[in-house]
């Protein structure tokens, strides 16, 4: 089943696998009056309907070796094309009590290694018991993210040659921190600019994640809304108050 996330300001982003994809956009191009252009870039796609709805696609592993221009109808034929190339790809999958990493190729984890540290949620009591429990937490917390940062050194570096893209998950911070250790810095340079949403890091979710990195996350907006008359609305930051 496709993932579906629902956008801030409007709009859906849904997670398509690179077999289906061609098929999706053909079904979004029928449902909006047909397709009208595809804007095609190195870095993204977008396919314009009829009604004023788009889809648009922001390029995994970059980039999409194709001409730059806009095109009549659908065209996404190359971007397909680009999705279905097999690569190897390091996965490190990270939230601050757990963590997990691997190398896959074309959807099958390869390698991995997954593990988790005991980390205290945060404590409601107050004053210097609220400060001791948070000095814990934190010393708890570095003991976790290094474990994580071991174990990336350990299974991505040795092979950090043979990857075509590094992909993250997991908690922001988290990544963040990884990001300071000088052994892996120049790895999570090269990583993916999205981040994959997961639930704690197990062997399970690193296998789907390992799925998921095949798959291109497709933004579909709605036509503009439209005034009574035919014409577009208003925009409600130009209307002059009473």
Do not use: K, W
């Amino acid at each position: 089943m496709s993932r579906i996330r629902e956008l801030a300001g409007g709009g859906r982003a849904v997670e398509v696998e690179p077999e289906r994809l061609a098929g999706f956009l053909q079904r979004f191009a029928a449902g909006h009056g047909g397709a009208l252009t595809t804007t095609v870039t190195p870095q993204r796609v977008e396919i314009a309907a009829g009604d004023g709805a788009t889809a648009s696609i922001l390029v995994p592993f970059e980039p999409l070796a194709a001409p730059a221009g806009q095109r009549t109808g659908l065209a996404a034929e190359e971007l397909v094309d680009h999705l279905m190339v097999p690569r190897t790809v390091g996965l490190l999958l990270v939230r601050l009590g757990g963590y997990s990493v691997g190398i896959a190729c074309a959807g099958v984890v390869l390698t991995s290694s997954t593990g988790s540290r005991l980390v205290h949620g945060r404590s409601a009591a107050g004053g210097q018991s609220q400060q001791r429990f948070a000095r814990r937490r934190e010393g708890q917390a570095r003991v976790a993210l290094r474990a994580a940062a071991d174990t990336a050194a350990r299974v991505l570096l040795p092979r950090a040659a043979e990857l075509d893209a590094l992909v993250l998950g997991g908690d922001t911070a988290a990544l963040r921190t990884l990001s300071a250790d000088p052994r892996l810095a120049p790895l999570l340079q090269r990583a993916e600019p999205r981040v994959l949403d997961i639930a704690e890091p197990r062997r399970a979710v690193l296998d789907d994640a390992a799925r998921r990195v095949r798959c291109v996350e497709v933004r579909l907006d709605p036509p503009p809304l439209r005034a009574p008359g035919g014409g577009p609305a208003p925009d409600p930051s130009n209307v002059a108050g009473p």
